[in-house]
């Protein structure tokens, strides 16, 4: 079952590639030069998001390398600990919207220490797969259009990222 | 933003100096730097490959044709998009590419949706509510099945790694439409 789900999110892109080419072509497209045209717009976006990202990568950086993540860590997690929480899965609520590359590694970690079947690894692979990113998303799509008034967005997500932890830990505990 | 990048960036500097993290301070932050360079190039090579495909996608009129088809679904969500303009598309790739999990695919689809929002604001530079839709629907993270997390799983001898895939499915799910209704509480407050 899953291999089949996994062998057609693979078929995917290429068959939408092929289509749109077909599809082009049918309609009396230059598809090639349409492409080139296309990629041209590619280091202009990026040259806008890039200014964005090194902002908030230097201060996340910053942030875990200085101790500082790690006081955050131990005060959620006394603040926390009636709920009984594994400290692994509150370490992954705290960092997966900081950073994916950090998240995985954690992850990848947590999985070793604990063991595959471990309510911290169970609980870790929920918050893993259901949160994302959020401050690369922010970065990205608000610099793709040089966004600086950005209102309210930012108390939604880290609201939003909240209640989807406490979502997560909810639902592992049901499951497991 | 502002006051979250200052309380990360001023707070890690105060504990540096208490901890005597200083020098692994100093070294994260040319790190930081160096991560968003190689993200960047990374982003330049997949962005540059789906600007080709959707200008392609524009130049034969499917475009129109895609969004069109998914007006119905989309314009439920984002309200003051026109007919069938093209963002509908964007956004309908961008939703599909992640529910896939197709990484390389929703970036790039969801930077071609913020331009063509884009296209629709009178008061650039300021966030419209389209957009913020939008992107509390990506950091929402909606994904049908965890590939990654199911790789390491399985890597380390779990009994049976899918069984991540149904919790994970349902605690997307309702942390997605919880943002959403977080959305739509702060544009109640907020009245716009």
Redesign the interface.
């Known amino acids: 079952m899953l291999k089949n789900v996994e062998y057609i999110s693979l078929l995917i892109i290429p068959l939408f590639i092929l289509f749109t080419v077909l599809y082009g072509t049918f309609k009396k497209v230059r598809v090639y030069d349409s492409f080139v045209t296309g990629a041209k717009e590619g280091p202009a976006i990026i040259l806008n998001i890039f200014p964005y990202l090194v902002t908030i990568f230097v201060a996340i950086k910053g942030f875990q390398a200085s101790g500082a993540f790690d006081y955050v860590k131990d005060a959620f997690y006394s603040l926390f600990a009636f709920l009984d929480i594994p400290i692994e899965a509150v370490s992954m609520a705290i960092i997966k919207p900081l950073s994916g590359s950090a998240s995985t590694a954690l992850f990848t970690d947590i999985v070793k220490t604990t063991g595959a079947d471990s309510m911290a690894t169970q609980m870790s692979a929920v918050i893993m797969g259901s949160a994302e990113t959020t401050f690369y998303v922010l970065a990205v799509y608000l610099g793709a259009v040089s966004i600086k008034k950005t209102r309210y967005l930012v108390p939604v997500c880290l609201v939003s990222d909240f209640v989807g932890i406490a979502v997560a830990v909810v639902v592992t505990r049901w499951f497991f | 933003?502002n006051v979250?990048?200052l309380i990360?960036?001023s707070?890690?500097?105060?504990?540096?100096i208490f901890?005597g993290?200083l020098e692994?301070?100093t070294?994260?932050?040319f790190?930081?730097?160096k991560?968003?360079?190689e993200?960047?190039l990374y982003?330049?090579g997949i962005?540059?490959?789906w600007?080709?495909?959707?200008?392609?996608?524009?130049?034969?009129?499917?475009i129109y044709r895609i969004a069109h088809l998914f007006k119905p679904i989309i314009c439920r969500l984002f309200k003051n998009i026109p007919g069938d303009h093209p963002s509908i598309t964007a956004i309908t790739l961008n939703v599909?590419a992640n529910l896939?999990?197709?990484g390389?695919?929703a970036?790039p689809l969801?930077?071609k949706a913020?331009?063509e929002?884009?296209a629709l604001?009178e008061d650039?530079?300021?966030?419209t509510p389209e957009?913020?839709t939008?992107?509390?629907l990506?950091?929402?993270?909606i994904?049908?099945?965890?590939?990654?997390?199911?790789g390491?799983?399985a890597?380390?001898?779990?009994?049976n790694p899918?069984a991540?895939?149904?919790?994970?499915l349902?605690?997307?799910a309702?942390?997605a439409m919880?943002?959403l209704l977080?959305?739509a509480i702060?544009r109640k407050?907020?009245k716009c």
């Open positions: 933003m979250l990048w990360l960036l707070v890690g500097i105060v504990f540096a901890t993290n692994a301070f070294k994260s932050i790190d930081g730097a991560s968003a360079v993200i960047s982003l330049l962005v540059s490959v600007m080709g495909i959707t200008r392609v996608l524009e130049d034969s009129g499917l599909l896939f999990g197709l390389n695919a970036t969801g930077i913020m331009q929002l884009d604001n650039k530079g300021t966030i957009m913020m939008f992107i509390v990506n950091t929402a993270s994904q049908l099945i965890p590939f990654s997390v199911i390491i799983l890597n380390y001898g779990h009994r899918a991540v895939v149904l919790p994970v349902i605690a997307t309702i942390s919880t943002a977080v959305l702060f407050v907020f």
